[in-house]
């Protein structure tokens, strides 16, 4: 198993381009997460799903799209960038929610350094 | 708004010397989770605890979950440079798998 990849590693964009961040996995996680990490933030959560077709804002949407067409996929869109976007953005799974009142284990993929100038 | 902070939130210290990292809230959690991550890749889970007062161990590392549940912490023992990393706490809270995360702490164990 991959577990989970992310595409591109690296990307610099220009100020109000677009650009799709994207995610795999092939765990048959229902539970996928896109998270960005800042300097002395930790990870705040943009974006999750709880299984194809159903996705949910996290903690810092604003400026970012996602869909869930299939199970395996979760792609971060970027509509218009802005330097403030400038981050490492990290996506994760999970096999269930909570269970028996615990976190599922979250699976994270190995990041995109974005920087937008 | 951030409901876990971590202290400290750089530690550097010499090979064989022990170590605790707090993760604080105001807020109970259903769990808690300890993630570590070196540079360059994702967080890696290390530990999950549930129950308020629970201790678990992970060869020289203890987690301990506060008896309310709002807190939490991790002592390393005879820390190794191996144990090098940025270490994350991250709470569970409601139905979801939606984790708050902590600040992090930044360990830098010297040989």
């Known amino acids: 198993n991959a577990g989970v990849t992310q595409t591109p590693k690296f990307q610099v964009l220009k100020t109000g381009q677009s650009m799709t961040l994207q995610c795999a996995q092939d765990m048959n996680h229902e539970y996928m997460s896109w998270y960005r990490q800042d300097p002395g933030m930790g990870l705040r959560l943009i974006h999750y799903s709880v299984g194809a077709g159903i996705t949910d804002q996290g903690e810092v949407p604003n400026g970012y799209n996602v869909s869930r067409s299939t199970t395996e996929d979760f792609p971060l869109r970027l509509l218009s960038a802005a330097p403030s976007q400038t981050s490492v953005y990290f996506c994760?799974?999970?096999?269930?929610?909570?269970?028996?009142?615990?976190?599922?284990?979250?699976?994270f993929g190995p990041g995109t350094r974005l920087t937008v100038l | 708004t951030q409901l876990l902070e971590q202290s400290p939130q750089f530690l550097s210290i010499q090979e064989g010397e022990n170590l605790t990292v707090y993760c604080n809230s105001s807020s109970v959690f259903s769990s808690l989770q300890w993630y570590r991550q070196e540079p360059g890749e994702g967080p890696v889970l290390l530990v999950t605890?549930?129950?308020?007062?629970e201790v678990k161990k992970l060869k020289r590392l203890t987690f301990q979950f506060g008896d309310a549940r709002k807190d939490s912490s991790l002592h390393i023992t005879a820390a190794q440079p191996g144990d090098t990393g940025l270490y994350l706490c991250?709470?569970?809270?409601?139905?979801?798998?939606?984790?708050?995360f902590g600040t992090g702490t930044l360990l830098a164990v010297q040989p």
């Open positions: 605890v549930v129950t308020g007062g």
């Open positions: 994760a799974s999970s096999y269930a929610g909570l269970a028996g009142g615990r976190a599922d284990t979250q699976y």
């Open positions: 991250a709470g569970a809270r409601g139905a979801t798998n939606k984790l708050i």
